[in-house]
């Protein structure tokens, strides 16, 4: 059992900190384990199966690798719409959270302190798996990983959000194969179970088929971790409220973003110190990077001031 008694910005499942300014995918995770994951999630369907995807009562969209798993009344609609899977990225079976597990009541903000959310997942090898329901729209599988700096959303997911990721500003993130660059977008809501989280800060990844649930979104419990019983408990922090957490993200996660940027303007301007004079067209180009920084500097100013971060945390 895993006990989260301390905020998870301060515990993360015994995984180590990373001060990496490029932030993580997950400082334990690497290539090797999210191959073996997708090999387990993947082992039991044919690699051509088919999806089926329906919209519900209420406008959420579902996913499911099985006709049966579809509730009758939407098999029709969901045999209407059903595509081959590989076609863009394994998905995952869908299996609902139990109605006990799932409150009726829907806070608009933050779930209040006084509530424990009990929220059923399933075990994948070493990992959890559990369905996550974004911007009350669409439900999609995500991994819990504590690990994970920001909540990570796959490609498909953001297309059925109807996210817009044209000039996104972008995070960099350490993996087995060096760092990689995604968009960055903030979420309106994430709920797990009943347990909301409102303007969660996230990465949409173009490789990974199932998303991460991270720290922008564990920032705001105490948690614990019971894979034996199958179990993940809930309970606000009130960090948010106290204002140690800010737009999802800690004072030293504010930090990490605004160091990734400086880093890369300190590298291109190395570069352009002592690139040969007559390439005109790399500097130009290095120039052109920087007035990238700079318009992604801003961009993250305007985050930081929507979330009302204090200017000690930007440094």
Same mark, same amino acid.
């Given at each position: 059992?895993?006990?989260?008694?301390?905020?998870?910005?301060?515990?993360?499942?015994?995984?180590?900190?990373?001060?990496?300014?490029?932030?993580?995918r997950?400082?334990?995770?690497?290539?090797?384990?999210?191959?073996?994951?997708?090999? %387990?999630?993947?082992?039991?369907?044919?690699?051509?199966?088919?999806?089926?995807?329906?919209?519900?009562?209420?406008?959420?969209?579902?996913?499911?690798?099985?006709?049966?798993?579809?509730?009758?009344?939407? +098999?029709?609609?969901a045999?209407?719409?059903?595509?081959v899977?590989?076609? +863009?990225?394994?998905?995952?079976?869908?299996?609902?959270?139990?109605?006990?597990?799932?409150?009726s +009541?829907?806070?608009t903000r933050?779930?209040?302190?006084s509530?424990?959310?009990?929220?059923?997942?399933?075990?994948?090898?070493?990992?959890?798996?559990?369905?996550?329901?974004?911007?009350?729209?669409?439900?999609?599988?995500?991994?819990?990983?504590?690990?994970?700096?920001?909540?990570?959303?796959?490609?498909?997911?953001?297309?059925? %959000?109807?996210?817009?990721?044209?000039g996104?500003?972008?995070?960099?993130?350490?993996?087995?194969?060096?760092?990689?660059?995604?968009?960055?977008?903030?979420?309106?809501?994430?709920?797990?179970?009943?347990?909301?989280?409102?303007?969660?800060?996230?990465?949409?990844?173009?490789?990974?088929?199932?998303?991460? %649930?991270?720290?922008?979104?564990?920032?705001?419990?105490?948690?614990?971790?019971?894979?034996?019983a199958?179990?993940?408990?809930? &309970?606000?922090?009130?960090?948010?409220?106290?204002?140690?957490?800010?737009?999802?993200?800690?004072r030293?996660?504010?930090?990490?973003?605004?160091?990734?940027?400086a880093?890369?303007?300190?590298?291109?301007?190395?570069?352009?110190?002592?690139?040969?004079?007559?390439?005109?067209?790399?500097?130009?180009?290095?120039?052109?990077?920087?007035?990238?920084?700079?318009? &992604?500097?801003?961009?993250?100013?305007?985050?930081?001031?929507?979330?009302r971060?204090?200017? &000690?945390?930007r440094?």
């Amino acid at each position: 059992m895993f006990d989260g008694e301390q905020p998870a910005s301060e515990r993360s499942m015994g995984i180590p900190s990373n001060s990496n300014p490029f932030g993580s995918r997950s400082p334990g995770w690497r290539l090797e384990g999210v191959l073996a994951v997708l090999v %387990l999630l993947l082992a039991s369907a044919d690699v051509s199966a088919e999806i089926y995807k329906w919209k519900d009562a209420q406008g959420r969209l579902h996913f499911a690798q099985d006709l049966h798993q579809v509730p009758s009344r939407y +098999r029709e609609q969901a045999e209407g719409s059903k595509f081959v899977e590989g076609s +863009r990225g394994a998905i995952q079976i869908y299996q609902p959270v139990p109605a006990a597990l799932s409150p009726s +009541r829907r806070p608009t903000r933050s779930s209040p302190s006084s509530e424990i959310f009990k929220i059923r997942v399933q075990r994948t090898g070493n990992s959890m798996r559990v369905n996550v329901r974004l911007n009350d729209s669409v439900t999609a599988p995500f991994l819990i990983d504590t690990g994970a700096t920001d909540v990570s959303i796959p490609e498909w997911v953001a297309r059925e %959000l109807g996210l817009d990721l044209e000039g996104a500003r972008t995070g960099r993130y350490s993996t087995a194969n060096g760092v990689i660059e995604e968009p960055l977008v903030t979420l309106d809501s994430v709920e797990l179970g009943g347990a909301r989280v409102e303007k969660v800060p996230a990465a949409v990844s173009r490789t990974m088929p199932v998303g991460l %649930l991270g720290l922008s979104f564990f920032n705001h419990f105490r948690y614990r971790f019971d894979p034996g019983a199958g179990l993940v408990t809930l &309970q606000p922090n009130g960090l948010a409220e106290a204002g140690k957490i800010r737009g999802g993200r800690s004072r030293a996660q504010w930090q990490g973003q605004y160091a990734s940027l400086a880093q890369r303007s300190q590298a291109i301007e190395r570069e352009l110190e002592e690139i040969n004079p007559n390439w005109a067209r790399r500097k130009a180009e290095l120039h052109d990077a920087l007035e990238e920084v700079d318009r &992604q500097y801003a961009a993250l100013e305007d985050e930081a001031d929507d979330a009302r971060v204090p200017m &000690q945390w930007r440094d």
